[in-house]
Nanobody, 128 residues
Framework: QVQLVESGGGLVQAGGSLRLSCAAS??????????VGWFRQSPGKEREFVAA????????RFADSVKCRFTISRDNAKNSVHLQMNSLKPEDTAVYYC???????????????????WGQGTQVTVSS
């Protein structure tokens, strides 16, 4: 079965950094057939797109709110992807989710409904 497991969340002061990881089993999301993305959700808010690879890093996309602060990368040997979060702000506080979907085109998915596989999330809390 497909499983995505996030890790690396925690408590950090504003201006600090965290590195989230997403490890996959049951699929190889370093394959060119998969898009891999990160979303986040705060209480009372809808799930928000953060960043994604399309077709194993063939293209990338970032939400305007995190551009120039967050980066996304992959570790082929460990079948994992990472979200490096720098210059964190209190508004970045949320549960962060890793997601994946098989794709055939070149558009980078940025909507929740476009992704089929989801992890359980990891909590990120940024204090003022």
């Amino acid at each position: 079965q497909v499983q995505l497991v996030e890790s690396g969340g925690g408590l950090v002061q504003a201006g600090g950094s965290l590195r989230l990881s997403c490890a996959a089993s049951g699929l190889t999301f370093t394959s060119s057939a998969y898009a891999v993305g990160w979303f986040r959700q705060s209480p009372g808010k809808e799930r928000e797109f953060v960043a994604a690879f399309n077709r194993s890093g063939g293209s990338t996309r970032f939400a305007d709110s995190v551009k120039c602060r967050f980066t996304i990368s992959r570790d082929n040997a460990k079948n994992s992807v990472h979200l490096q979060m720098n210059s964190l702000k209190p508004e970045d506080t949320a549960v962060y989710y890793c997601a994946a979907v098989r794709v055939t085109g070149w558009r980078t998915p940025d909507r929740e409904y476009e992704y089929n596989y989801w992890g359980q999330g990891t909590q990120v809390t940024v204090s003022s």
